[in-house]
């Protein structure tokens, strides 16, 4: 391997969503922890993806949002024994869950395939083999902007209406 090779290579995260076999990951650099779901506190009028807010070592309070919703359109049936991941976005911290952590892995910019599919359409930056598993690469900054700047689906919603309806009401993940 020469050395611009070395300067193309990046670590990434891969995991799983849900029930699913699909891998995805995200850029290593990006990933600040990975633990298993504190209690999610739920809170009114939050953006459509997002579950509630959890709070880490007892300091910072960072909005977690449901990347299967987002990505598969279904929301995360296991969400006690999901796990979240931190991620650094600008002076924030925002936490997907995840339903598996699978492995951090190198690889070179070479190997990742480009989607054909528009970029303004789709959250994945492209993909990449790994053994026999094809793996999404997401973009985390797309899937937090959108995700942040959505309203929430009901801007009426209540505190008590959370409590009742909302599969991660206040109870611990």
């Known amino acids: 391997m020469n050395s611009y090779s070395v300067l193309n290579d990046f670590g990434i995260f891969l995991f799983r969503l849900g029930s699913s076999r699909q891998f995805y990951a995200v850029n290593v650099s990006r990933v600040q922890e990975i633990m298993p779901c504190p209690r999610i506190t739920v809170l009114p009028k939050l953006q ?7 709070t880490i070592h007892n300091d910072v309070t960072i909005p977690v949002i449901d990347l299967c919703e987002v ?9 006690r024994q999901s796990l979240i991941v931190v991620i650094k976005a600008g002076s924030s911290q925002y936490a997907f869950l995840a339903s598996k952590a699978d492995r951090i892995i190198n690889i070179n910019d070479n190997a990742l395939l480009p989607s054909d599919i528009n970029s303004a359409d789709t959250y994945m930056l492209g993909a990449v083999q790994v053994d026999k598993d094809l793996v999404e690469l997401i973009d985390v900054d797309k899937v937090i902007g959108d995700v942040i700047n959505q309203k929430s689906d009901n801007p009426a919603v209540s505190t008590k209406a959370c409590e009742q309806e909302n599969l991660y009401s206040l109870r611990s993940c």
Do not use: E, I, P, S
């Not at 459509?48 to 959890?54: A, I, Q, R, S, W």
């Not at 990505?71 to 969400?79: D, E, P």
């Open 71 to 79: 990505l598969c359109g279904r929301k995360t049936q296991n969400v």
């Open 48 to 54: 459509k993806h997002v579950v509630g807010v959890v």
